[in-house]
């Protein structure tokens, strides 16, 4: 039930699997839409579920420490498990950057981080113009908003990588690897 193995992944593997999996493609897309067409409605919203996201992420990471990677299904070519094993990592670490760099480029550029309205982190105004903000630390808001924006899209290739990955182990091998992750025994 808790532990994975070769044929069953435990549920803790799934469920932290799916949750973040879907909150990340919600936050890429959102984020990407918010900032081409300054929707700034969404910005608390982006902001809340970004905080929320960092709750799974930390059980995740824990998750994986403890229990080590699941095992393949079947034997892979070299390629393949270097292939994903980078691109695994890869994603596991873009789940912490990304709402650590967020959260750092808000609160430093004294923009304020709220989770559903509960305040976190105060807005700065301008005491000459309140309508505006004054940054905490400008230069590391502004390196935390580079690194947000590249590993944002950096993140966006690495799980269209994966998901290709996904669909050929399952319509082209035809193996467990897709069916393992949704629940099934393989
Ligand atoms: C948890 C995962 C998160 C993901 C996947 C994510 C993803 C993104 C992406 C892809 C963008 C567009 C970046 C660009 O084109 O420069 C963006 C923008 C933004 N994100 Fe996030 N984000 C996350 C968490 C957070 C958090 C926790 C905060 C703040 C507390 C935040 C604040 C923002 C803001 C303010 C922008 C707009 C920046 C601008 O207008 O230039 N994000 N996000
Ligand atoms: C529709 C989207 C997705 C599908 C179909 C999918 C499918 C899968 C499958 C089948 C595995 C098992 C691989 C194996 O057994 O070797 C897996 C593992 C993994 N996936 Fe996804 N995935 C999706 C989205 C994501 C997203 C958005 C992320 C992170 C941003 C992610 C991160 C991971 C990680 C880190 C693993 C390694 C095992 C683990 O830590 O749970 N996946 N995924």
Sequence with gaps: MLP??????????????????????????????MEQT???ALYPWHKSFGVLIALFVVLR????????????VRNYLPWERILSGIIHYLLIIGTVIMPVSGFMMSALGGHGVALFG???????????????????HA??????????????YGLVACV???????????????????????????
């Design 4 to 33: 994975d193995t070769s044929s069953k992944l435990g549920t803790p593997t799934i469920a932290l699997h799916w949750i973040v999996a879907m909150m990340m493609l919600m936050m890429l897309a959102t984020g990407i839409y």
């Design 38 to 40: 300054a929707a700034y």
């Design 61 to 72: 990471v824990l998750w994986r420490w403890q229990n080590g990677w699941p095992t393949p």
């Design 118 to 136: 509960l305040e976190l982190v105060a807005r700065n105004p301008d005491p000459v113009n309140p309508q505006e903000v004054l940054p905490l």
């Design 139 to 152: 230069p590391l808001a502004g390196i935390a908003h580079t690194v947000h924006g590249l590993a944002g």
């Design 160 to 186: 269209l990588l994966h998901i290709a990955g996904a669909l050929k182990h399952h319509i082209l091998d035809k193996d467990g690897t897709l069916r393992r992750m949704l629940g099934a025994s393989v």
